[in-house]
């Protein structure tokens, strides 16, 4: 098989792709698991916070999420842009 | 080791389109239905004060599965308990009959979880729209925040999957390592503790966690 | 170049992949051991004989999975498969994989229910004997990945290829290898650190051992399905692989089985603490007994969904229809699909099952709030889904969209 370097090109823009999102998620994933952790043991020691508490866990998740947010958009881009 | 493959099944058109059934999916779900009808017959004959063994373990079952419907839902009719607790039943059964000879799970069949998942599905957001209303019932999806809603969707969705695919994998994990475990030694000494573990045990436990989840589904869209 | 060497060479380096990663756990788990056996011994100078009996009773079992990674080490450097045809050389290699990886989780997480159980055992010297059967039963459940592991192992080495060209077949092969190695490291790490909280919950409250002991087998029961998705995967892959097709089929099998293999780690571990928290939880307060199982089995639940999509993936990888031409982009990315799905579930698997162990640590707190804090845990765990859902999105982009 002779591969043209455009052909090579994308195929290595996908594997990139692929290895951004696959890598990508561990981080947020673990992060944002600790964060809701933490706060249902907060929820344990204060359920009548329980508003509040989740609340401030959603924030957090989401800005823990902005890593992976970063991680998929350079995997569109790849996939898609370049 | 050729019959990891194939799956029997019968094949009939109806008004131009192609209906596959799988044979051996739908005899044994015919015979997990005629346990259940017979037990059910047998166990409520004679309602006595003090009960027969399969009237207690009627009771036993349809007690268990009372309590975590209303710890669950807290709602004054049980409405939706028919429903739980049919599908653990129907699951129980099924997973463990693989442990019988000639006869195997039903739940080994993609088919079947998944529609029961579907089902399950259904029911959950019919709740939902039925108790909330409509517009608050969309605007949930947009919690926490409006960029959520495409995930909040494909969340529910994958709701459906995971759980349908749980018990499909693990039913048909267990047989297939159970048909290499004994192709392997020549089918002497282990494979009735794999039977055991898999059929029995991991089934059973499956089984509750199908229905827990179901009901937890149904639990977090009424309120 | 003729087969045979092919298959030899690929036989030697499927020896040094089972023994080089198959050492790895074992040794971490019995030193875990050791190293507390010797702290719990300073504790207690009198109980040193008992302490040095269990603990070299510990290391023996940890030592299992080291055992049958030196046996399929041996088998691969001794025995002729030359006569297999060609694919035995990917077979090998995919034996070597399997096994060498699949003993890695098992021997740590054995190593840490003996760790625990001699620890336990310092605090509390009477339950000695009770304790040392808990902690075999812990030890001898979470083995079970590396037993799956042995299966597909043997499955591959002695398995007959004549006849079959080299490609795709033997990318199946490796595929299986990968997706049964990696895929038992989770569950056997995760099995072993539930097993070691039952043993210290034993240590704590010695009449709890029932409620512990079935806490800790369904916990740890539940804890093997990712490994049990593998080995499905490696089975499918191994009886059912393609025998013939392009590059596009060899790159969709080795995503197939990275995808699996990679993706049970995180849902292995996941589950192994949650079962892990919910035992310390009934161990300080037995009255949640009852609503921690239900509560657990949900959080274990739950947790498995990023491994599900990695099962998911991986059996639309194999059953999926590869008619296209074989361009180099094209299997590119479906081999970057089982990338993508592989390593984006370890994460969010993981971290669910950080959330999950700590609802439980805070239904052990307020045996009452069940509801609100299963709630809670469910919201958490969703959010933290959304990396895997990105990831699940790549994947299907790169296999239908590209």
């Not at chain 3, 009996?53 to 088998?75: D, H, K, N, P, Y």
Request: net charge neutral; charged share 10%; hydrophobic share 55%.
């Amino acid at each position: 098989m002779d591969i043209s370097g455009a052909d090579l090109i994308r195929a290595a823009c996908f594997l990139g792709a692929g290895i951004a999102m696959g890598l990508g998620a561990i981080g947020p994933g673990v992060g944002e698991g600790f964060v809701g952790g933490k706060a249902c043991e907060a929820i344990g020691r204060n359920p009548d916070e329980a508003g509040l508490l989740t609340r401030t866990m959603l924030v957090a998740q989401a800005v823990s999420e902005s890593t992976g947010i970063y991680s998929l958009v350079v995997a569109l881009l790849l996939i898609f842009v370049v | 080791m050729e019959e990891i493959g194939s799956v029997p099944q019968w094949v009939f058109n109806i008004a131009g389109h192609q209906m596959v059934l799988n044979k051996e999916t739908l005899i044994m779900t015919w015979i997990v239905m005629a346990f259940w009808v017979l037990f059910a017959l047998l166990a409520t004959k004679t309602t006595k004060l003090v009960p027969n063994p399969l009237q207690s373990a009627a009771e036993l079952l349809v007690g268990t599965w009372d309590d975590l419907v209303k710890d669950s839902l807290d709602l004054s009719d049980r409405r939706y308990f028919p429903f739980i607790c049919t599908i653990f039943l129907l699951f129980w059964i099924s997973d463990m009959l693989g442990v019988i000879p000639f006869l195997s799970e039903p739940t080994k069949d993609i088919n079947t979880t998944l529609s029961l998942g579907v089902m399950g599905f259904i029911v959950a957001h019919y709740s939902g729209i039925k108790f909330k209303g409509f517009k608050r019932y969309l605007k949930d999806y947009c919690e926490p925040i409006f960029f959520m809603m495409p995930l909040n969707i494909i969340g529910e969705l994958a709701k459906v999957i995971s759980i349908s695919f749980r018990l499909f994998g693990n039913m048909m994990g267990g047989s297939i390592i159970i048909l290499v475990v004994s192709y392997l030694i020549y089918s002497l000494v282990l494979p009735p503790v794999l039977y055991a573990f898999f059929g029995l045990f991991i089934g059973t436990i499956q089984a509750f966690v199908f229905t827990m989840l179901t009901l937890v589904y149904i639990s977090v869209q009424i309120k | 170049m003729d087969a045979e060497f092919i298959v030899k060479a690929g036989q030697y380096i499927g020896a040094g992949l089972c023994m080089g990663f198959g050492a790895i756990g074992a040794a971490v788990g019995e030193g875990l051991t050791g190293g507390w056996a010797n702290r719990s011994i300073s504790r207690r100078l009198e109980m040193a004989s008992p302490f040095t009996r269990t603990m070299l009773v510990g290391q023996a079992v940890a030592e299992t999975s080291a055992i049958f990674a030196l046996m399929v080490a041996v088998l691969l450097l001794f025995t002729d498969l030359s006569g297999n045809g060609i694919c035995a050389s990917a077979a090998a290699i995919g034996a070597g994989l399997a096994m060498g990886l699949g003993a890695f989780g098992s021997g740590i997480g054995a190593g840490y229910s003996s760790l625990e159980a001699i620890w336990g055992a310092s605090r509390q010297p009477l339950v000695g004997g009770q304790m040392t059967t808990t902690m075999l039963v812990g030890q001898a459940v979470c083995q079970t990945p590396a037993i799956f592991a042995l299966v597909i192992s043997f499955l591959l080495i002695f398995g007959n290829y004549s006849g079959i060209p080299a490609w795709p077949y033997s990318a199946a092969l490796i595929g299986a290898g990968f997706a049964m190695g990696f895929g038992a490291i989770g569950s056997g790490w995760g099995g072993g650190q539930a097993g070691g909280a039952a043993c210290e919950g034993f240590a704590r409250q010695p009449r709890l051992k029932g409620a512990l002991t079935t806490l800790m087998l369904v916990g740890q029961a539940v804890a093997q399905t990712p490994a049990i998705f593998a080995l499905l995967i490696a089975l499918m892959l191994i009886a059912m692989g393609p025998k013939e097709g392009n590059l596009l089929v060899s790159c969709a099998m080795l995503g197939a089985g990275i995808s699996i293999g990679l993706g049970a780690i995180g849902s292995g571990m996941g589950n192994g603490i949650t079962s892990e928290s919910a035992c310390k939880a009934v161990s300080r307060e037995s009255s949640v007994t009852r609503p921690m199982m239900t509560f657990m089995l949900v959080g274990q639940a739950v947790g498995q969904t990023p491994v599900i999509f990695s099962l998911m993936i991986s059996l639309m990888l194999i059953f999926g229809n590869y008619a296209g031409p074989p361009t180099l982009p094209g299997a590119m990315a479906l081999l970057a699909a089982g990338i993508s799905m592989g390593f984006g579930a370890i994460g969010p698997g993981y971290g669910n099952g950080i959330t999950a162990a700590k609802a439980c640590e805070a239904l052990g707190m307020q045996p009452d709030k069940t509801g609100l804090i299963m709630r809670t845990m469910l919201i958490a765990q969703a959010v933290a889904q959304s990396t895997a859902i990105y990831a699940l999105v790549i994947a299907f982009v790169l296999m239908f969209v590209v």
